[in-house]
């Protein structure tokens, strides 16, 4: 079966072709066929597709919206330029999974789209005003797209998360803001955990149930997630993804006071200050340069940049906070998984992340860690490392095609 696999953001639309059943998913032998992102919708639109190996696509085109965009990507995928064998229509994508970030507590799994789901998506729109109209938008404009014959799908990012028990869930505010408005931690990220506790268990032949891990996703967005059983028992991102770790321009963990006290003092409105928080703080705030990993590490080592190496600093050490009181929380992990654009490609950070974590008995191999290629799998910790670390990349797009399947087919998420 063909999976169109959408991410639909605020003005990107991000997708991959795959190409899987349940033969696929016993032999991990799903096939991604082409994929790509549509960058800067609602004007002169950037597109970069790419079909297996072959060099990539790129054009600048006006693509007005949502639909528009889908439709440019349809016409890429099902073209002889495209050249995808056994995609010659649209008729031959069997089902679209769409990602979908808050499900709120009514959407616990992957669910087939009908019109109660869309309206369902829609009432989670309050939690999540900057994703979940992006996300509906992909929805609709696919299933006008393709009408009502092929199947879509919902594949939540805070469903993994539905595991979590009320004392990792609830804040230490009045109980009746829960039960009035769902004021809650929800996490974020589900899909790259699950996922990552999936190949974890693959990877060591473990059954679900003996798999007890940190992971850690980070990239511009970063999350820890404590899984026990299989199962998330907490993660770092709350109510939205603000709380938790430092990242890219988010604050992640702060005192709510600072929100008060920032508008008496420099006079700034509540969106204000959440947009500081959100956008301008993490990476970016604290080196007052860059949110990108990549830039600051070089601005550290060839410059010696004090605030650059204190962004890291504080970004690690958050990193080694959340790994430590997850390892207690799940009553002592197995590893520590890395991932994400800066967990999976720096060695450097992962080395900084582990140092301060010999405590729990986790001796990082260093000639592992370096020597792990971009996009590998592997073990980062010695032998004898009574805490394991590895680097497993995420595939976030793989269980979104594979739970478009199985809704499709009938067959439950063992994953
Ligand atoms: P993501 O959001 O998962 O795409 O991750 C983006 C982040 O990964 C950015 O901060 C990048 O600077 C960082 N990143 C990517 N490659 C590297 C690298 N080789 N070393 C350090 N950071 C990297």
Redesign the pocket.
Known sequence: MNILVLNAGSSSLKFQVIATDHKAIDADADVCLARGVVERVGSLALVTFQAGDRAPHKEEVPLRDARAALERVVRWVISPEAGIAGVRSAADIHAVGHRVVHGGERFQASTLIDGAVVAGIEDCVELAPLHNPANLKGIRAARELFGPGVPQVAVFDTAFHATMPEAAYLYGIPYHFYRRYKIRRYGFHGTSHRYLAYRYRRMLGLSKEKVNIVTL?????CSACAIKAGQSVNTSMGFTPLEGMIM?TRAGDVDASVVEYLSLKEGLSLHEIMTILNKESG?LGLSGMT???????AEEKENGDRRARLAVDIFCARARRYVAAYFAEIGGAQAVVF???????????RARVCAGLDCLGLRLDERRNSALK?GQAGLISTPASRLKAYVIP?DEELLIARDAYRAVAGRRSPA
């Not at 996703?217 to 967005?221: A, Q, R, S």
């Not at 949110?291 to 590490?297: A, G």
């Not at 991932?339 to 950070?349: H, K, P, V």
């Open positions: 996703h980070l990239g511009n967005g890219g990476l949110s990108d990993m990549r830039e600051l590490l991932s994400g654009g800066i967990g999976e490609n720096s060695a450097e950070i971009r995420t």
